[in-house]
């Protein structure tokens, strides 16, 4: 088993401190650059596409140039915007981003110029806790942005994202705590020695499946990319946002992925450690292979990424908030519920493996009528909601009852009636209308023959 790194950090050397700062910067610049680049060839692949291939081999350097495109484009600020505001989110949102890589282990101790250190800039007892908070300061910056921009459509935009971090950071801080009982540390270095010989995704399976929904809705991609959904909100939070300052935005969302990309790794996948059969080779967890198997990992996700992008079409917004508070975060209360009793049964109390299976039959029995209540209760909702529609079908519908066009209700019919029929019924009412009034001129004036009579 790999040993601790806990006690190596804070005795780095200064200029050691700045190289690895400056590395990892390096490091996910490239690797943002190549995954802009992988994710246009994989989904021109999968459309039948060619994609970039013109700007370097195999066009390699295609996201440089669109980052310097972006950066001599032209800024345009918008007259109703706030400056000081709009000019500080992008910012907020980039530096977040690069920080929250500041605890992940990329490898172990190694030797730098002759001075013996970890392959992480530091690390401390709440790792974990710290990418959190990081993560959640970086959505500071979409709702500042829509805001700022002084438009609706970013407004509403920056108000999503802030409805869709607080619920799907929840599912993912909720997603930890079996790994958190399991390693019996939030330091990320000693989560990663925990996990020999096997990966926290293989025992804690439903945390992994958990965390990899939430990440998902964290970094706003597809299908859960609703903060910047163009086809409703323009282009969301980023909608007035034009040359370097969008660009900036473009490098958060990337490295996010990157981040969420290292700390699923990090969590379940043995972080730096070789997969199996790689770690039957002895030197495989030594030196700077390590590196590579990290590397590895970290694409793995970004594909999934990417995948996920090209194949799901976007959820609605009730859609996706009913799956974030209904769906995941019951899921990881009742899946900490189970994990934390068989860590009791495990660690404090004697119990013989018939008791075990006789316990593991009740929960199981317990979830499985759980289950057919709430199918029965699911029928019935669906039952109501089925008959209303037929009452619905029964009514006539008349689009213009309040005095505004409104769209049918579920279940009510809507007869299109073309532009020319509507205008020759007008015209037939109009045409109706003035023989009526013609024939109502051609008759004899009632007073006119009061007066005929009486003289």
Request: charged fraction near 15%; avoid cysteine; charge should be neutral.
């Amino acid at each position: 088993m790999s040993g601790s790194q806990f006690g190596l950090f804070g005795t780095d050397p200064w200029w050691l401190v700045i190289l690895k700062a400056v590395a990892i910067f390096g490091l996910l610049v490239l690797i943002t650059l190549f995954t802009i680049w992988w994710e246009r060839r994989v989904v021109s692949r999968m459309q039948n596409r060619i994609g970039p291939n013109r700007v370097g081999p195999q066009g390699l350097l295609q996201s440089l140039m669109d980052g310097f495109k972006l950066a001599f484009k032209e800024e345009i600020i918008p007259k109703s915007a706030h400056v000081a505001v709009y000019w500080i989110a992008p910012v907020i949102s980039a530096t977040a981003a690069f920080l929250a890589f500041a605890v992940i282990p990329f490898g172990p101790t190694v030797s730098i110029f002759g001075v013996e250190t970890p392959l992480q800039l530091t690390d401390f007892p709440v790792s974990v806790l710290y990418v959190l908070a990081i993560a959640s300061i970086g959505v500071y910056g979409l709702v500042l942005a829509g805001w700022s921009s002084g438009s609706t459509y970013p407004l509403l935009g920056g108000l999503r994202s802030t409805a869709q971090v607080i619920s799907y950071e929840i599912a993912m801080g909720l997603s930890f705590v079996a790994v958190f009982l399991f390693a019996g540390s939030m330091s990320t270095s000693e989560i990663i020695t925990k996990q020999e010989p096997i990966w926290f995704a293989v025992i804690l399976l439903p945390s992994f499946l958990i965390y990899v929904t939430s990440m998902v809705g964290e970094t706003n991609r597809a299908p859960f990319d609703l903060p910047e959904a163009e086809g409703e909100l323009v282009g969301g939070f980023h909608t007035e946002y034009s040359s370097l300052k969008f660009a900036m935005f473009f490098l958060a969302e990337y490295i996010n992925m990157v981040t969420v990309s290292a700390l699923a790794t990090t969590l379940f996948l043995g972080g730096w450690l070789a997969p199996w059969p790689l770690s039957l080779w002895e030197s495989a967890n030594t030196g700077w292979w390590p590196v590579l198997w990290w590397i590895i990992k970290v694409q793995l996700f970004i594909f999934m990424f990417i995948w996920l992008r090209a194949t799901l079409p976007r959820l609605r917004y009730d859609q996706f908030m009913k799956f974030g508070w209904k769906v995941l975060i019951p899921a990881s209360l009742l899946w900490i519920f189970i994990v934390g009793a068989a860590r009791v049964f495990r660690n404090d109390v004697s119990v013989t493996n018939e008791q075990l299976l006789i316990i593991g039959a009740v929960i199981i029995v317990v979830l499985l009528v759980g289950s057919w209540l709430l199918q029965i209760r699911s029928n019935k909702k669906q039952a109501r909601i089925d008959a209303e529609l037929e009452f619905r079908a029964t009514e006539p519908f008349d689009p213009m009852a309040g005095g505004h066009p409104v769209p049918p209700m579920p279940g009510q019919r809507f007869e299109y009636t073309p532009r020319r029929v509507m205008a020759a019924s007008a015209a037939v009412q109009a045409g109706t209308a003035i023989g009526a009034g013609a024939r109502e001129s051609d008759l004899p004036n009632e007073s006119a023959e009061q007066e005929t009579d009486h003289a």
